[in-house]
Every structure is written in C-alpha cells, then in structure tokens.
C-alpha cells in the first residue's frame, strides 16, 4: 500500500492483488492517480510525475499522430493545434525559431516544450542547461516528456 507523501510502501497481509485492492476503494483510482502514486514513493513527491496530471499529458502527448509532427515545411500541430511562426510577434518565439534554424515542425515542438517548462519552471526553455533538442524531436519524444526530463534534470544539478 502506498500512501501519499511517504517515500515508502507498506506490505499488505492479502491474497487480493494491488487492481483487487483498488477497485474496493470509492471511487477506485484512475490509471493517471495510480501511475502518479507509484512514481511520487519511488522518485520524489515534488517531482511532476508525482501529478496525476503529468500522467495524463503524458498519455495524450504520446498518442501524437506521425502527421501531426510536421517537418521543414509543415507545423507542429499539439493537441489538435498547429503551432506556426509569425516574425516579430515574440521574442520568445523569435528565438525559438532562430534555434530551430526555420524548420516548422521543430519550431512548433520546441514551442510546446518552451509552453510546458515556462508553465512548470516558470523560465524559457533556452535558458535551460544545454539538451539535444533536436534529437528528442527527430526521435519523436513528446513535448511534455522532453520537457519534464529537461526540468528535473536541471533541478537536480542547480536547485531550480
């Protein structure tokens, strides 16, 4: 049994397996509050992953179609929304697409992991430690995945 807060789990004298136990509780808890538990007593309480909701990000993020990639020509598209540059309108997408060196599909991932770890960090994503960026988006890492690595990374080695 696990209990939230605590960096441990607690055995349980049954016969009845963990989904047994869990489908006894009112209401029983949904994949994302279970994958959040197991993740929060084994890896930290203040990590994302300890957020049912990061599970469920996760979850939708990695159910990207190959269409909705995009490449140089073609936007990014994240959760049903394409993501297109238009110059001048922002200095952080300005330099977003100077990192992404004018290849839409890059540009628009890059957006969407910038939207998560300003929205987690609260800073931009270039400000983070160095990352092969690149190579997360050619290897078809989701944006919030890329983005919650890239945090807990850098929290890690610099208390953010």
Not at 76 to 90: N, V
Not at 132 to 138: G, M
């Amino acid at each position: 049994m696990i209990r939230r807060g605590e960096s441990h789990y607690y055995p349980v004298d049954t016969v009845c397996s963990p989904a047994c136990l869990n489908s006894k509780l009112q209401p029983p808890p949904t994949e994302d509050e279970i994958a959040a538990m197991k993740h929060g007593s084994i890896i930290g309480w203040e990590t994302p992953g300890a957020n049912p909701e990061w599970w469920r990000r996760r979850r939708e993020d990695h159910s990207l179609r190959m269409d909705q990639w995009g490449d140089a020509e073609r936007s990014f598209k994240h959760r049903g929304q394409e993501i297109a540059y238009a110059a001048g309108q922002s200095v952080s997408d300005d330099r977003l697409w100077a990192y992404a060196n004018g290849d839409l599909g890059f540009f628009g991932w890059l957006h969407a992991v910038n939207r998560r770890v300003s929205e987690v960090a609260k800073i931009h994503v270039l400000d983070l430690p160095d990352r092969l960026w690149r190579d997360e988006y050619d290897g078809r890492v989701p944006p919030s995945e890329a983005a919650d690595v890239a945090i807990d990374e850098a929290a890690s080695k610099t208390r953010l």
